[in-house]
């Protein structure tokens, strides 16, 4: 079974003009994403984000190794027509908007009344029909994020990539464009997307790449991804704050984390002293806690408390 996408050991190197410098934006770079997925790529500034979607979109090739969209190799041109495309800096020309829009559809092999029909469509989707005579040079960054998105649309595409789609929009635009999104999977249709934008990332992707120097340093769901801690959180009460160092009192409870292997004894240790365990929670990180982690190597590591050894 094909995938949506697929990166095969990919190294992709900027030369300059003259060849002397070069810059090795991707490194034995490998990624799958399935159909049907909600897909987050991750990284920091300069990680190679919008390098991998580049190749995929075909704007160049890469240096070493392959890949292919829809099944089909990265320089399929007709594949193309089966992905709506937004680039990080949405550039388009300076018309009106629904007369973008048309063109963008015009492109893509549609015309007539299915033309018409797409162009209203898209830009209802993205809320600017209100805005369709206004000549795109006038409008403001969300609003030409807004008609990027419009024309990445506007084929009714079976995969939409997406190079951080919602960094200009507000907050009621951002979540406009999650239900967009969540509604496009539901319709079986594949979005990969970049973002800086770690909370929203959470609420759609069903799996993320992280993505450090130029190639993938950890991929999986949400879900194993921010539970793969080995600690646990443990609340309890009626018990002194000193039995466990760095535990933080919140009223009558106190709140600490130890190691999953260090579990059991520390209820033993709770109830040998009267108290009462309250819960006990597999301890969670937020994914921006896990980016930092791999995409730093300098961080801090993650503060969690242990008890003191049990003597
Ligand atoms: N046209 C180019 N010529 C030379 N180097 C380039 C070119 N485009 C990108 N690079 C380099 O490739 C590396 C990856 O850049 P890329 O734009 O893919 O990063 P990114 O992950 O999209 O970052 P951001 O989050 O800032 O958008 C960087 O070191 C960048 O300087
Ligand atoms: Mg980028």
Same mark, same amino acid.
């Given at each position: 079974m094909p995938r949506a996408l697929e990166y095969e050991e990919i190294t992709k190197e900027y030369r300059s003009w003259f060849g002397r410098r070069r810059v090795r934006a991707l490194q034995n770079f490998s990624l799958s994403v399935e159909y049907g997925e909600i897909f987050g790529f991750l990284g920091p500034n300069g990680a190679g984000k919008s390098t991998a979607i580049h190749l995929a979109m075909g704007?160049?090739?890469?240096?070493?190794?392959?890949?292919?969209?829809?099944?089909?190799?990265?320089?399929?041109v007709a594949t193309r027509r089966?992905?709506?495309?937004?680039?990080?800096?949405?550039?388009?020309?300076?018309?009106?908007?629904?007369?973008?829009?048309?063109?963008?559809?015009?492109?893509?092999?549609?015309?007539g009344p299915a033309l018409a029909g797409a162009t209203h469509g898209a830009l209802?989707?993205?809320?600017?029909?209100?805005?369709?005579?206004?000549? $795109?040079?006038?409008? =403001?960054?969300?609003?030409?994020? *807004?008609m990027g998105l419009a024309q990445a649309l506007v084929n009714d595409p079976e995969l939409l990539i997406l190079d951080e789609p919602t960094s200009?929009?507000?907050?009621?635009?951002?979540v406009s464009i999650r239900e967009l999104l969540l509604r496009f999977r539901s319709q079986g249709k594949t979005v990969f997307l970049s973002s800086h934008l770690l909370s929203e990332v959470e609420l759609v992707c069903d799996r993320v790449a992280i993505l450090s120097h130029g190639h993938v340093v950890r991929t999986g769901t949400l879900n194993d991804m921010l539970?793969?801690?080995?600690?646990?959180?443990?609340?309890?009460?009626?018990?002194p704050p000193? $039995?466990?160092?760095? =535990?933080?009192?919140?009223?009558? *409870?106190l709140h600490f984390a130890v190691p999953k292997s260090l579990q059991r004894e520390a209820i033993e240790r709770v109830w040998s002293a009267g108290g009462e365990v309250v819960s006990v929670n597999p301890v969670r990180r937020?994914?921006?806690?896990?980016?930092l982690e791999l995409t730093n190597p300098d961080a801090a590591p993650l503060k969690l408390t242990e008890p003191r050894a049990g003597k």
């Open positions: 704007f160049m090739r890469p240096s070493s190794g392959s890949g292919r969209m829809l099944g089909q190799p990265f320089d399929h089966r992905v709506g495309f937004l680039a990080e800096n949405v550039a388009l020309y300076h018309r009106r908007a629904e007369a973008a829009i048309r063109f963008y559809g015009g492109l893509n092999g549609l015309h209802e989707a993205v809320d600017m029909q209100s805005e369709s005579g206004r000549n $795109l040079g006038q409008f =403001s960054r969300g609003m030409l994020q *807004r200009a929009l507000d907050p009621a635009a951002r539970e793969a801690t080995d600690q646990v959180e443990i609340v309890a009460q009626s018990v000193a $039995l466990f160092a760095n =535990s933080a009192v919140e009223g009558p *409870r937020s994914l921006e806690e896990l980016f």
